[in-house]
């Protein structure tokens, strides 16, 4: 029962993350694609889309325990490049905090990619 109490609160917060952020660049698109450009990211409009699609949808998917292990999964793939386009100048200790904080997101994502949503879950497994 306590594990699937913690798996449900490990899906809501990591989900919670995800559908906040997809949501502010959604109402911040040109910034974020600006953004994204001026860090070298290339096709930045349509990238910028698949990572609203993979936030937004992964989020919810998360939070609902449904296909966890692949959202999971997708979605700690997904920050490799994010961080490291994103938060590379290791001077500015912000950005040192910004890649640990997304050291400790992508540990909890494969945890539940290895582990799944817990009995409180669509999956439930």
């Known amino acids: 029962m306590t594990q699937s109490l913690f798996a449900l609160l490990a899906r809501i917060s990591l989900g919670v993350i995800f559908l906040f952020v997809g949501w502010n660049q ?24 698949l990572a609203v699609v993979l936030e937004l949808l992964g989020g919810i998917l998360l939070v609902l325990g449904a296909r966890t292990r692949s959202a999971a999964f997708l979605l700690a793939l997904f920050l490799i490049p994010a961080t490291y386009f994103f938060h590379y100048d290791f001077s500015d200790r912000g ?31």
């Open 26 to 49: 959604v109402l911040e698109s040109s910034r974020t694609i600006q953004w994204m450009s001026q860090a070298g990211i290339p096709l930045a409009k349509w990238l910028y889309g």
């Open 95 to 125: 950005q040192v905090v910004h890649v640990l904080k997304n050291l400790a997101i992508f540990g909890g994502l494969l945890q539940l990619a290895a582990f799944g949503g817990g009995r409180f879950s669509l999956d439930r497994n």
